[in-house]
Protein backbone atom coordinates (compact mmCIF):
# COMPACT_ATOMS: atom_id res chain seq x y z
CA UNK A 1 0.00 0.00 0.00
CA UNK A 2 2.80 2.51 0.56
CA UNK A 3 3.91 2.65 -3.12
CA UNK A 4 0.32 3.01 -4.03
CA UNK A 5 -0.36 5.90 -1.65
CA UNK A 6 3.14 7.62 -2.49
CA UNK A 7 2.17 8.26 -5.83
CA UNK A 8 -1.32 8.69 -5.09
CA UNK A 9 -0.23 11.84 -3.22
CA UNK A 10 2.36 13.13 -5.92
CA UNK A 11 -0.31 12.80 -8.50
CA UNK A 12 -2.81 14.57 -6.29
CA UNK A 13 -0.22 17.70 -5.67
CA UNK A 14 0.75 17.57 -9.16
CA UNK A 15 -2.64 18.27 -10.43
CA UNK A 16 -3.52 20.46 -7.63
CA UNK A 17 -0.14 22.82 -8.32
CA UNK A 18 -1.07 23.08 -12.29
CA UNK A 19 -4.76 23.87 -11.76
CA UNK A 20 -4.89 27.32 -13.31
CA UNK A 21 -8.43 28.66 -11.80
CA UNK A 22 -9.95 28.35 -8.57
CA UNK A 23 -12.77 26.01 -10.43
CA UNK A 24 -9.95 24.01 -12.02
CA UNK A 25 -8.80 23.76 -8.48
CA UNK A 26 -12.24 22.58 -7.08
CA UNK A 27 -11.92 19.95 -9.69
CA UNK A 28 -8.55 18.57 -7.83
CA UNK A 29 -9.99 18.79 -4.63
CA UNK A 30 -12.82 16.54 -5.35
CA UNK A 31 -10.25 14.17 -7.39
CA UNK A 32 -7.76 13.99 -4.82
CA UNK A 33 -9.97 13.56 -1.61
CA UNK A 34 -13.48 13.71 -2.65
CA UNK A 35 -15.49 9.79 -2.23
CA UNK A 36 -13.92 8.65 -5.74
CA UNK A 37 -10.43 9.72 -4.86
CA UNK A 38 -8.08 6.60 -4.72
CA UNK A 39 -7.48 7.90 -1.03
CA UNK A 40 -10.61 7.18 -0.23
CA UNK A 41 -10.69 3.79 -1.91
CA UNK A 42 -7.74 3.33 0.18
CA UNK A 43 -9.49 4.39 3.26
CA UNK A 44 -12.46 1.82 2.55
CA UNK A 45 -9.73 -1.12 2.29
CA UNK A 46 -8.45 -0.19 6.04
CA UNK A 47 -12.10 -1.90 7.70
CA UNK A 48 -10.40 -5.76 6.46
CA UNK A 49 -7.30 -5.31 7.77
CA UNK A 50 -5.77 -6.48 10.99
CA UNK A 51 -5.79 -4.45 13.73
CA UNK A 52 -1.94 -3.59 13.70
CA UNK A 53 -1.81 -3.26 10.46
CA UNK A 54 -4.93 -0.75 10.33
CA UNK A 55 -3.22 1.28 13.08
CA UNK A 56 -0.35 1.90 11.12
CA UNK A 57 -2.02 2.61 7.43
CA UNK A 58 -4.39 4.53 9.14
CA UNK A 59 -2.25 7.11 10.26
CA UNK A 60 0.55 6.84 7.02
CA UNK A 61 -3.24 7.75 5.18
CA UNK A 62 -4.12 10.60 7.29
CA UNK A 63 -0.64 12.15 6.99
CA UNK A 64 -1.21 11.61 2.55
CA UNK A 65 -4.49 13.65 3.67
CA UNK A 66 -2.84 16.37 5.58
CA UNK A 67 -0.35 16.92 2.76
CA UNK A 68 -2.40 17.30 0.30
CA UNK A 69 -5.05 19.60 2.14
CA UNK A 70 -1.84 21.74 2.72
CA UNK A 71 -1.68 22.22 -0.86
CA UNK A 72 -4.71 23.05 -1.37
CA UNK A 73 -4.75 25.65 0.72
CA UNK A 74 -1.63 27.36 -0.64
CA UNK A 75 -2.34 27.35 -4.26
CA UNK A 76 -6.04 27.75 -3.12
CA UNK A 77 -4.37 31.32 -1.29
CA UNK A 78 -2.30 31.61 -5.19
CA UNK A 79 -5.18 31.53 -6.86
CA UNK A 80 -7.38 33.89 -4.57
CA UNK A 81 -4.73 36.70 -4.95
CA UNK A 82 -4.66 36.32 -8.98
CA UNK A 83 -7.93 36.29 -8.88
CA UNK A 84 -8.43 39.67 -6.82
CA UNK A 85 -6.18 41.14 -8.71
CA UNK A 86 -7.91 39.96 -12.24
CA UNK A 87 -11.24 40.91 -10.92
CA UNK A 88 -9.96 44.64 -9.55
CA UNK A 89 -8.16 44.86 -13.09
CA UNK A 90 -11.36 44.45 -15.08
CA UNK A 91 -13.58 47.03 -12.93
CA UNK A 92 -11.17 49.38 -12.91
CA UNK A 93 -13.09 52.83 -14.85
CA UNK A 94 -11.59 55.29 -16.96
CA UNK A 95 -12.83 58.23 -15.33
CA UNK A 96 -10.52 61.01 -17.45
CA UNK A 97 -13.31 61.59 -19.96
CA UNK A 98 -15.39 63.05 -16.42
CA UNK A 99 -12.24 64.93 -14.69
CA UNK A 100 -10.21 65.73 -17.85
CA UNK A 101 -6.98 65.31 -18.09
CA UNK A 102 -5.36 68.16 -17.04
CA UNK A 103 -7.48 68.70 -13.74
CA UNK A 104 -6.51 67.41 -10.12
CA UNK A 105 -8.65 67.45 -7.03
CA UNK A 106 -8.32 69.87 -4.10
CA UNK A 107 -9.07 70.64 -0.76
CA UNK A 108 -12.87 70.92 -0.66
CA UNK A 109 -14.51 74.49 0.08
CA UNK A 110 -15.49 73.95 3.92
CA UNK A 111 -11.52 72.81 4.32
CA UNK A 112 -10.17 75.58 2.61
CA UNK A 113 -12.59 77.51 4.77
CA UNK A 114 -11.61 75.79 7.58
CA UNK A 115 -8.47 76.27 7.10
CA UNK A 116 -8.45 79.51 6.71
CA UNK A 117 -10.17 80.62 9.78
CA UNK A 118 -7.78 78.59 11.71
CA UNK A 119 -4.15 80.69 10.35
CA UNK A 120 -6.76 83.84 11.53
CA UNK A 121 -6.48 82.52 14.74
CA UNK A 122 -3.53 80.78 14.58
CA UNK A 123 -1.72 84.51 13.21
CA UNK A 124 -3.19 85.99 16.82
CA UNK A 125 -1.48 83.24 18.94
CA UNK A 126 -3.98 80.70 19.50
CA UNK A 127 -2.88 77.06 19.78
CA UNK A 128 -5.60 74.77 17.24
CA UNK A 129 -7.26 71.77 19.37
CA UNK A 130 -9.18 69.17 19.11
CA UNK A 131 -12.15 66.03 20.52
CA UNK A 132 -14.15 63.53 19.37
CA UNK A 133 -17.34 63.67 17.47
CA UNK A 134 -19.17 61.37 19.74
CA UNK A 135 -19.41 62.31 23.30
CA UNK A 136 -20.47 62.06 26.89
CA UNK A 137 -23.57 63.68 28.24
CA UNK A 138 -20.58 65.32 30.96
CA UNK A 139 -18.59 67.12 28.45
CA UNK A 140 -21.54 67.94 26.26
CA UNK A 141 -23.87 69.18 28.20
CA UNK A 142 -23.22 68.74 32.39
CA UNK A 143 -19.90 70.31 32.49
CA UNK A 144 -21.31 72.99 30.44
CA UNK A 145 -23.15 74.50 33.45
CA UNK A 146 -26.13 72.27 32.34
CA UNK A 147 -27.22 69.52 34.77
CA UNK A 148 -29.86 66.69 33.82
CA UNK A 149 -32.87 68.09 32.63
CA UNK A 150 -31.81 71.72 32.39
CA UNK A 151 -34.09 72.94 30.18
CA UNK A 152 -31.31 74.47 28.05
CA UNK A 153 -30.46 71.42 26.91
CA UNK A 154 -33.77 71.76 24.65
CA UNK A 155 -31.67 74.41 22.49
CA UNK A 156 -30.16 71.69 20.55
CA UNK A 157 -31.77 68.74 18.87
CA UNK A 158 -29.50 65.74 20.12
CA UNK A 159 -28.76 62.69 18.61
CA UNK A 160 -27.94 59.67 20.85
CA UNK A 161 -25.62 57.31 20.33
CA UNK A 162 -26.92 53.30 21.91
CA UNK A 163 -24.03 53.00 24.05
CA UNK A 164 -23.61 52.39 28.15
CA UNK A 165 -26.53 53.88 30.38
CA UNK A 166 -29.77 55.78 27.88
CA UNK A 167 -29.14 58.90 26.60
CA UNK A 168 -25.34 59.13 28.24
CA UNK A 169 -24.10 58.98 25.04
CA UNK A 170 -24.38 61.87 22.34
CA UNK A 171 -23.25 63.16 18.51
CA UNK A 172 -22.00 66.15 19.77
CA UNK A 173 -24.03 68.94 19.15
CA UNK A 174 -21.57 72.34 19.30
CA UNK A 175 -17.66 72.51 20.07
CA UNK A 176 -18.26 73.17 23.16
CA UNK A 177 -16.91 69.99 24.68
CA UNK A 178 -13.79 70.62 23.33
CA UNK A 179 -13.66 73.55 25.51
CA UNK A 180 -14.21 71.29 28.79
CA UNK A 181 -11.53 68.86 27.67
CA UNK A 182 -8.73 71.26 26.90
CA UNK A 183 -9.22 73.11 30.34
CA UNK A 184 -8.71 69.56 31.80
CA UNK A 185 -5.55 68.72 29.94
CA UNK A 186 -3.50 72.07 30.46
CA UNK A 187 -4.17 74.91 32.53
CA UNK A 188 -4.50 78.65 32.12
CA UNK A 189 -3.63 81.02 30.41
CA UNK A 190 -5.06 79.36 27.68
CA UNK A 191 -5.67 80.54 23.95
CA UNK A 192 -7.12 77.36 21.60
CA UNK A 193 -9.75 77.35 18.57
CA UNK A 194 -11.23 74.01 18.03
CA UNK A 195 -12.89 73.36 14.82
CA UNK A 196 -14.83 70.30 14.08
CA UNK A 197 -17.63 68.42 12.55
CA UNK A 198 -21.19 68.49 15.06
CA UNK A 199 -24.19 66.87 14.41
CA UNK A 200 -27.95 68.03 14.98
CA UNK A 201 -31.62 66.34 14.83
CA UNK A 202 -32.65 68.71 12.18
CA UNK A 203 -34.05 69.29 8.67
CA UNK A 204 -31.62 70.86 6.52
CA UNK A 205 -32.48 73.79 4.47
CA UNK A 206 -31.01 76.85 2.91
CA UNK A 207 -29.29 77.84 5.65
CA UNK A 208 -28.95 75.20 7.79
CA UNK A 209 -27.35 71.35 7.75
CA UNK A 210 -27.88 68.47 10.29
CA UNK A 211 -24.55 68.24 10.13
CA UNK A 212 -22.40 70.74 9.95
CA UNK A 213 -19.13 72.18 10.72
CA UNK A 214 -18.46 75.01 14.15
CA UNK A 215 -15.06 76.34 15.32
CA UNK A 216 -14.93 77.17 18.90
CA UNK A 217 -12.63 79.53 20.46
CA UNK A 218 -11.58 79.65 24.22
CA UNK A 219 -9.45 82.38 26.14
CA UNK A 220 -8.76 81.80 29.78
CA UNK A 221 -5.84 84.69 31.43
CA UNK A 222 -5.84 86.80 33.93
CA UNK A 223 -7.83 90.04 33.97
CA UNK A 224 -10.06 89.32 30.77
CA UNK A 225 -12.88 91.26 29.94
CA UNK A 226 -16.17 91.42 27.65
CA UNK A 227 -13.74 94.37 25.79
CA UNK A 228 -11.23 91.77 24.80
CA UNK A 229 -14.37 89.76 23.67
CA UNK A 230 -15.75 92.01 21.42
CA UNK A 231 -11.95 93.20 19.98
CA UNK A 232 -11.21 89.62 19.37
CA UNK A 233 -14.69 89.38 17.25
CA UNK A 234 -14.09 92.57 15.70
CA UNK A 235 -10.47 91.56 14.57
CA UNK A 236 -11.27 87.92 13.62
CA UNK A 237 -14.33 89.55 11.43
CA UNK A 238 -12.11 92.37 9.38
CA UNK A 239 -9.01 89.68 8.90
CA UNK A 240 -11.40 86.99 7.28
CA UNK A 241 -14.34 88.62 5.62
CA UNK A 242 -11.96 91.61 4.50
CA UNK A 243 -12.78 95.53 5.10
CA UNK A 244 -16.59 96.70 4.63
CA UNK A 245 -17.68 93.48 6.84
CA UNK A 246 -18.43 94.50 10.84
CA UNK A 247 -19.59 92.72 13.50
CA UNK A 248 -21.76 93.56 16.01
CA UNK A 249 -22.88 91.61 19.43
CA UNK A 250 -26.41 91.21 20.86
CA UNK A 251 -27.52 89.79 23.79
CA UNK A 252 -28.46 86.37 24.07
CA UNK A 253 -28.61 83.37 26.48
CA UNK A 254 -26.13 80.91 26.81
CA UNK A 255 -26.00 78.32 30.06
CA UNK A 256 -21.81 78.19 30.01
CA UNK A 257 -21.45 81.97 29.28
CA UNK A 258 -22.45 85.25 31.43
CA UNK A 259 -23.41 87.93 30.21
CA UNK A 260 -24.12 85.79 26.78
CA UNK A 261 -24.16 87.54 23.20
CA UNK A 262 -24.98 86.19 19.65
CA UNK A 263 -22.62 87.80 17.29
CA UNK A 264 -23.43 89.09 13.57
CA UNK A 265 -21.95 90.05 10.61
CA UNK A 266 -22.88 92.73 7.78
CA UNK A 267 -24.60 90.94 5.48
CA UNK A 268 -21.75 90.22 2.04
CA UNK A 269 -24.25 90.36 -0.27
CA UNK A 270 -26.14 93.61 0.14
CA UNK A 271 -23.25 95.12 2.44
CA UNK A 272 -25.75 95.83 5.18
CA UNK A 273 -28.48 97.68 2.83
CA UNK A 274 -30.73 94.86 3.58
CA UNK A 275 -31.51 91.93 1.23
CA UNK A 276 -33.13 88.16 1.05
CA UNK A 277 -30.44 86.34 2.32
CA UNK A 278 -30.35 88.47 5.60
CA UNK A 279 -34.30 88.84 6.16
CA UNK A 280 -33.88 92.70 5.10
CA UNK A 281 -31.98 93.19 8.70
CA UNK A 282 -27.83 93.85 6.93
CA UNK A 283 -26.80 91.46 9.24
CA UNK A 284 -26.07 87.42 9.25
CA UNK A 285 -25.53 85.33 12.58
CA UNK A 286 -23.07 83.70 12.63
CA UNK A 287 -22.46 82.44 15.68
CA UNK A 288 -22.40 82.98 20.08
CA UNK A 289 -20.03 84.01 22.33
CA UNK A 290 -19.61 85.29 26.50
CA UNK A 291 -17.74 84.80 29.49
CA UNK A 292 -17.10 82.03 30.64
CA UNK A 293 -19.46 81.13 33.43
CA UNK A 294 -17.75 80.44 36.96
CA UNK A 295 -19.66 76.80 37.21
CA UNK A 296 -17.70 75.81 34.05
CA UNK A 297 -14.44 77.11 35.19
CA UNK A 298 -15.46 75.17 38.75
CA UNK A 299 -16.63 71.92 36.94
CA UNK A 300 -12.83 71.69 35.62
CA UNK A 301 -10.90 72.59 38.66
CA UNK A 302 -10.22 76.22 37.93
CA UNK A 303 -10.48 79.09 39.79
CA UNK A 304 -12.67 81.58 38.98
CA UNK A 305 -11.23 84.43 42.09
CA UNK A 306 -7.81 84.62 39.53
CA UNK A 307 -8.87 83.46 36.11
CA UNK A 308 -11.63 84.69 33.57
CA UNK A 309 -12.02 84.31 29.76
CA UNK A 310 -14.18 84.38 27.13
CA UNK A 311 -15.54 81.74 24.28
CA UNK A 312 -16.85 81.63 21.02
CA UNK A 313 -18.23 79.36 18.50
CA UNK A 314 -19.91 79.62 15.64
CA UNK A 315 -20.66 77.94 11.99
CA UNK A 316 -17.57 77.05 9.22
CA UNK A 317 -20.27 76.65 6.44
CA UNK A 318 -22.11 79.75 7.48
CA UNK A 319 -19.01 81.46 7.25
CA UNK A 320 -17.87 80.10 3.56
CA UNK A 321 -21.96 80.57 2.74
CA UNK A 322 -21.17 84.12 3.61
CA UNK A 323 -18.12 85.33 2.29
CA UNK A 324 -18.87 83.23 -1.10
CA UNK A 325 -22.29 84.32 -1.41
CA UNK A 326 -23.66 80.79 -1.75
CA UNK A 327 -27.78 80.70 -1.86
CA UNK A 328 -28.24 77.25 -0.59
CA UNK A 329 -26.10 75.44 1.74
CA UNK A 330 -27.09 72.58 1.14
CA UNK A 331 -24.72 72.15 -1.91
CA UNK A 332 -21.59 71.72 0.43
CA UNK A 333 -22.60 68.11 0.71
CA UNK A 334 -23.37 67.24 -2.80
CA UNK A 335 -20.26 66.63 -4.06
CA UNK A 336 -20.99 68.12 -7.30
CA UNK A 337 -17.99 68.75 -9.61
CA UNK A 338 -19.24 72.04 -10.97
CA UNK A 339 -19.80 73.44 -7.68
CA UNK A 340 -16.41 72.33 -6.19
CA UNK A 341 -14.28 72.71 -9.49
CA UNK A 342 -15.22 76.65 -8.29
CA UNK A 343 -13.44 77.45 -4.90
N1 LIG B 1 -22.16 76.13 21.39
C1 LIG B 1 -23.10 77.15 20.98
C2 LIG B 1 -24.04 76.57 19.92
O1 LIG B 1 -23.68 75.66 19.25
C3 LIG B 1 -22.37 78.35 20.43
C4 LIG B 1 -21.62 79.06 21.49
C5 LIG B 1 -22.20 80.06 22.22
C6 LIG B 1 -20.32 78.71 21.78
C7 LIG B 1 -21.53 80.74 23.20
C8 LIG B 1 -19.62 79.37 22.78
C9 LIG B 1 -20.24 80.38 23.49
O2 LIG B 1 -18.38 79.08 23.10
O3 LIG B 1 -19.55 81.03 24.44
O4 LIG B 1 -25.12 77.03 19.80
Redo the contacts with the bound molecule.
Sequence with gaps: MTDELASTVTDAIEAIRSASSLEALRQAETAALGKRSPLAALSRQLGSMPAEQRKDSGARLQEARSRVSAELDRRRAELEIAERSRRHEAERMDLTEVIGESSRGHVHLLSQTRDELEDVFVGMGYRVAEGPEVETDWYNFEALNMPPAHPARGMWDTLYVRWGEPESTVMRT?T?PV?IRVMEAQSPPIYIVAPGRVYRRDTPDARHLATFH?I?GLVIDRGITFGDLAGTIETFTGSYFGPGIHSRLRPSY?P??EP?AEFEVTCAICKGDGCRTCSDTGWVEL????MVHPNVLRAVGIDPEQWSGF???FGIDRCAQVRHEIADMRVFLDNDIRLLSQF
Design positions: HSQQEFFTSGGCGAFG
